[in-house]
């Protein structure tokens, strides 16, 4: 059996997306979730996309960057 192309398939899906904005897991969300708050990545279309610590949801995670005057959007962001 074929593994899956992860990295093609994302790029199939995000691929000339536009982002709209970055927001946050609300408190009533994270309370839900029993996460921190997470960085949320918005696209124009309203899709959106955010880091989790594991494939299993186990908690939010932070987006690393190649930004120098951003290098890390951290978890618990306001």
Same mark, same amino acid.
């Given at each position: 059996? @074929?593994?899956?192309?992860?990295?093609? *398939?994302? =790029?199939? %899906?995000?691929? +000339?997306?536009?982002?709209?904005?970055?927001?946050?897991?609300?408190?009533?969300?994270?309370?839900?979730?029993?996460?921190?708050? @997470?960085?949320?990545?918005?696209?124009? *279309?309203? =899709?959106? %996309?955010?880091? +989790?610590?594991?494939?299993?949801?186990?908690?939010?995670?932070?987006?690393?960057?190649?930004?120098?005057?951003?290098?890390?959007?951290?978890?618990?962001?306001?």
């Amino acid at each position: 059996m @074929a593994m899956r192309d992860w990295s093609g *398939d994302a =790029t199939k %899906i995000f691929k +000339g997306k536009i982002v709209s904005h970055i927001e946050y897991l609300t408190d009533k969300e994270c309370e839900e979730m029993d996460w921190s708050r @997470a960085p949320i990545i918005v696209f124009t *279309d309203k =899709t959106w %996309i955010m880091a +989790g610590r594991d494939d299993e949801g186990n908690d939010a995670g932070a987006f690393f960057t190649s930004e120098g005057e951003m290098p890390t959007i951290p978890v618990n962001g306001r």
